[in-house]
T-cell receptor, first 113, second 114 residues
Framework: QKEVEQNSGPLSVPEGAIASLNCTYSDRVSQSFFWYRQYSGKSPELIMSIYSNGDKEDGRFTAQLNKASQYVSLLIRDSQPSDSATYLCAVNSLGGATNKLIFGTGTLLAVQP | EAQVTQNPRYLITVTGKKLTVTCSQNMNHEYMSWYRQDPGLGLRQIYYSMNVEVTDKGDVPEGYKVSRKEKRNFPLILESPSPNQTSLYFC?????????????FGDGTRLSIL
């Protein structure tokens, strides 16, 4: 079973700190990796996408990918209370006849004022 | 405005009464899919369509049907809804067939089957 795993949390950080969210995946042929943010009862919204090993930065967000370790992470610098949400890691699965995005169950982030 | 539109947003209905949730995107995307989201289980794919000619099952297709007669629309059909299909449903679309670009999500449809 191809899976994407995340710690469910909650991950609690003080305002202004760095939040570190982690994700591991099992499908070695995966090529595209995404982080989504989801507020309760709302639809997922894209935060970052990453396709090659290394770091990718966008404002306060940095995505890190290590394909050898099958690991992808999201760092949020200067965390704000508005960042409190569930963060979903998603990985494309192209093995065999499948072509779909597999989501982790998400990590709940709570930023304390 | 580029968007994925789902209707209805909320629906309460009874067991066995056929229903359709519509999904339409105005971005000329090739790939469309349906997910359901349940507490503790995350987003699970029901069906997906790589393009107008290709539709395939996701991880939880039982009890659902879809059709992709035209690129922009991808309705989800529950022929005989049951209470275990009570869930939050999302439609999503992506530009390319092979998910090398992010998916855009609709606002969701909350279904309650009594």
């Amino acid at each position: 079973q191809k899976e994407v795993e995340q710690n469910s949390g909650p991950l609690s950080v003080p305002e202004g700190a760095i939040a570190s969210l982690n994700c591991t995946y099992s499908d070695r042929v995966s090529q595209s990796f995404f982080w989504y943010r989801q507020y309760s009862g709302k639809s997922p919204e894209l935060i970052m996408s990453i396709y090659s090993n290394g770091d990718k930065e966008d404002g306060r967000f940095t995505a890190q990918l290590n394909k050898a370790s099958q690991y992808v992470s999201l760092l949020i610098r200067d965390s704000q209370p508005s960042d409190s949400a569930t963060y979903l890691c998603a990985v494309n699965s192209l093995g065999g006849a499948t072509n779909k995005l597999i989501f982790g169950t998400g990590t709940l982030l709570a930023v304390q004022p | 405005e580029a968007q994925v539109t789902q209707n209805p947003r909320y629906l309460i209905t009874v067991t066995g009464k056929k229903l359709t949730v519509t999904c339409s995107q105005n971005m000329n995307h090739e790939y469309m899919s349906w997910y359901r989201q349940d507490p503790g289980l995350g987003l699970r794919q029901i069906y997906y369509s790589m393009n107008v000619e290709v539709t395939d099952k996701g991880d939880v297709p039982e009890g659902y049907k879809v059709s992709r007669k035209e690129k922009r629309n991808f309705p989800l059909i529950l022929e005989s809804p049951s209470p275990n299909q009570t869930s939050l449903y999302f439609c999503a679309s992506s530009p390319g067939q092979y998910l090398n670009q992010p998916q855009h999500f609709g606002d969701g449809t909350r279904l309650s089957i009594l």
